[in-house]
């Protein structure tokens, strides 16, 4: 069964940093693109960045140069770097394949939550 | 960017009743356009894409239609666990993937 499956996420202070998980199932993370998307409290969806197969990656203008995502193709996973992280970046965090034609699968998301 | 903006924001519909909703985009993006439901505390789930086929397991009461700049998506006939979110998200112009800000299909 094809399957994400996020981890990582939690409580941190405005300024502090966090790293996201997201280890897949029957899918090979090297062969396609893996994007992350999140979802405030209450308010709708929010693409955040992409890894290509080519290891090509691209960030939403919020969060440009102070997220990164990467892969380990060994463990096939991919993850979420984020760093200055500030209080408009909680939210849940949903790891996701981007096809050619709509966003599937989805995993089940990780909340992060920053506050002091 | 691509910016979809979705009608109504909240539609109240009774069992077995029919729910039309409304994605516009602010540009061209051919029909290059797929919906998802959320259920509460679920992730979203692929219905549409290609503005109208159906993803593997969608039923059929689930229909989408459009192309352009205005997309319908249309549930023929509301069961109880259609009442949910729904999203629409281009896939035309990227980066960004963008989506609507939603519609909330509520129980009359």
Redesign the interface.
């Known amino acids: 069964e094809v399957q994400l499956v996020e981890s990582g996420g939690g409580l941190v202070q405005p300024g502090g940093s966090l790293r996201l998980s997201c280890a897949a199932s029957e899918l090979p993370v090297s062969s396609n693109y893996m ?1 992350w998307v999140r979802q405030a409290p209450g308010k ?4 955040v960045s ?1 890894i290509n197969w080519e290891g090509n990656t ?4 919020s969060v440009k140069g102070r997220f990164t995502t990467s892969r380990d193709n060994s463990n096939n996973t991919v993850y979420l770097q984020m760093n200055s992280l500030r209080a408009e970046d909680t939210a849940v965090y ?1 790891c996701a394949r ?7 699968p ?4 990780t909340p992060v939550t920053v506050s002091s | 960017e691509v910016v979809l903006t979705q009608s109504p924001a909240t539609l109240s519909v009774s069992p077995g009743e029919k729910a039309t909703l409304s994605c516009r985009a602010s540009q061209s993006i051919s029909t ?1 356009l ?1 919906w ?1 439901q ?1 259920r509460p505390g ?5 219905l549409i ?2 503005a109208s ?1 159906r ?1 593997t397991g969608i039923p059929d009461r689930f229909s989408g239609s459009g192309s352009g700049t205005e997309f319908t998506l249309t549930i023929s006939s509301l069961q109880s666990e259609d009442f949910a979110v729904y ?1 629409c ?1 281009q ?1 035309d112009n ?9 519609t909330k299909v509520e129980i009359k």
């Open positions: 994007s709708g969806l929010e693409w992409v691209f960030y939403a203008d949903y981007i096809l050619g034609a709509g966003i599937d989805w995993g089940r998301g | 290059n797929a998802y959320q679920q992730a979203p789930r692929l894409y290609g086929t993803d999203y998200q896939y990227w980066p960004p993937w963008t989506f609507g800000q939603g």
